[in-house]
């Protein structure tokens, strides 16, 4: 199974590039890119701005539809991989578990998606997306819909809830996003 990395996104709320914003003495991205390495031997990098992630090493591929969002990333994704599904991560997840992604490669069978569901909400960008769901994101996007919510209810999804992804994460730690300047200072701090 593919990993894709997407650090395509604006950082609006934290006003500069969080994939880059070390952690630990590591970028957020490096973090990420390292829970894909666990589980999967082929990860790539989508992203608009190539230059910024050259260190990882990593083969890097533009978004198949620019300013598309995260639904265009997924599609990206889609697009790309050489598999029957993938994992497609936020760049932003420093936290995540390599067990929680084998977890949800094996809830994935026979759906569209597999998505963490945590008591703050679902989780779209730390998931398994299957080859099946790209018809449907090229024609919502066709449409000019970019929502995820409304992709993830269009296809085939099964949600994956506390009681399943806890058996590897019991305090749900993969699922923090570095959104604001708060969260960043808090998972620093975690990573002392």
């Known amino acids: 199974m593919d990993g894709f990395l997407l650090a395509g996104g604006k950082s609006s709320r934290m006003g500069c590039n969080k994939a880059l914003l070390v952690a630990g003495g590591v970028p957020l991205i490096q973090r990420v890119a390292d829970a894909l390495r666990a589980v999967t031997s082929r990860v790539t990098v989508i992203a608009n701005l190539p230059e910024d992630y050259g260190f990882l090493g990593l083969p890097i591929l533009g978004d198949a539809v ?65 080859r099946t769901g790209l018809a449907q994101a090229e024609a919502q996007m066709r ?28 305090d749900g730690l993969s699922f923090i996003n570095v959104n604001t300047p708060e969260t960043y200072e808090r998972v620093k701090a975690m990573l002392l």
Request: proline share 8%.
């Open 66 to 130: 620019r300013d598309a969002g995260p639904l265009g990333g997924i599609y990206t994704a889609l697009c790309a991989t050489q598999s029957e599904a993938c994992f497609v991560l936020a760049c932003d997840l420093p936290l995540v578990r390599p067990g929680v992604l084998r977890l949800l490669a094996q809830e994935a069978g026979g759906a569209d998606a597999a998505i963490p569901r945590t008591e703050d909400g679902d989780h779209p960008l730390c998931a398994v997306y299957a």
């Open 143 to 170: 449409a000019g819909d970019f929502k995820v919510a409304r992709f993830l209810g269009r296809i085939r999804t099964r949600w994956v809830g506390p009681e399943t992804w806890r058996k590897a994460d019991p």
